[in-house]
């Protein structure tokens, strides 16, 4: 689509298609031919995900990403004009590869995905990024720290400084480093962040601890202004400097797929943050929202509007309050 004149979210990071392929057991390789049930195409990649998620949820949302001038990169651009997304900031460039990630899909939902380290995911790089366009919007979410290896902690020091002089709040996630990165490598970003969104493992490995408090207090030491740490099927923890609690998770999901669970979650909780509703609402609402997107295999697949996100909220009040 065309640009729009205004947007609520800015959503830097990857956008790539995913391959999900399901069931898959420790036999696959031991095989000449391993019948799945089920192969399916979607669109992936943290950026993508949550453009696409909070788009479906009703809010104006710009894609700032590179992918190739390819057939792939066309499937991406098709999704983003059927989902409503700002792609002037999507750079198509002939001299890269469109992402593409297969994921190898187990019967608990769990997954182990397999990518092309030629493609965009790992060449997408500063230059590819147009600061300017960090310039007409409420929410600058960098949709993943360390998945695009090349938007290192210097890149991403700039981009937030720069967000936060145009009055910005910041969001970000953030997985398992692709290039030994550590801690050290955005500890000058983190005081930057307003919302941070880290699963317990990754959170784990950032830090080097295990307990989630101590874990959620480290977090804030270093200038995280609130902490999400998702903790799985038991919810979240939410941590500030004069508050911390549990969220609970939705207690009936039907998990058959966990690719873009965190997305999910932060996509709920942005939307919150936008509609101003206070911190325990978004949190309930990234609970929800991830609890539709498990039950359906692919990242984008489960939600698809808000009205049914709003239903598994009434029923996670039920559940829950």
């Not at 366009?133 to 902690?153: H, Q, R, W, Y």
């Amino acid at each position: 689509m065309g640009k729009i004149d205004s947007c609520d979210v800015v959503l830097v990071g990857a956008a790539h298609m995913d391959l999900q392929v399901r069931p898959v057991g420790k036999g696959l390789l031991d095989t000449a031919s391993y019948p799945a049930e089920e192969m399916v195409w979607s669109v992936g990649g943290d950026a993508l995900n949550e453009a696409t998620i909070i788009s479906r949820l009703g809010h104006r949302v710009r894609l700032v990403s590179c992918i190739g001038d390819d057939m792939i990169g066309g499937m991406i651009v098709d999704h983003c004009n059927r989902n409503g997304i700002d792609t002037t900031y999507l750079k198509r460039d002939k001299n890269k590869v469109t992402g593409i990630n297969i994921g190898l899909i187990c019967e608990d939902g769990e997954r182990t995905f397999i990518n092309n380290r030629s493609g965009s995911i790992w060449t997408f790089n500063p230059n590819d990024v147009d600061l300017n366009v960090v310039t007409e919007a409420k929410i600058l979410c960098f949709a993943s720290i360390f998945n695009n290896p090349l938007l290192d902690g210097k890149f991403m020091l700039r981009l937030f400084q720069h967000a936060k002089q145009q009055g910005m709040t910041i969001c970000a996630d953030i997985v398992g480093a692709k290039r030994s990165e550590t801690l050290d490598d955005i500890k000058e970003s983190l005081p930057y962040i307003d919302y941070f969104f880290p699963n317990y493992e990754e959170a784990c490995r950032l830090t080097g601890l295990t307990n989630i408090y101590e874990i959620a207090d480290r977090l804030i030491g270093l200038g995280v202004g609130h902490l999400l740490l998702k903790i799985g099927k038991k919810g979240c923890l939410v941590k500030t400097k004069d508050r911390c609690f549990i969220v609970p998770g939705y207690p009936a999901s039907n998990c058959v797929d966990t690719t873009g669970a965190g997305d999910n979650f932060a996509s709920g909780f942005i939307c919150g943050l936008l509609e101003r509703k206070d911190l325990r609402y978004c949190a309930e609402l990234a609970n929800c929202t991830a609890s539709i997107a498990v039950e359906t295999v692919g990242a984008t697949e489960g939600v698809k509007n808000r009205e049914q996100v709003e239903e598994r909220y009434q029923k996670y009040v039920a559940f829950v309050k």
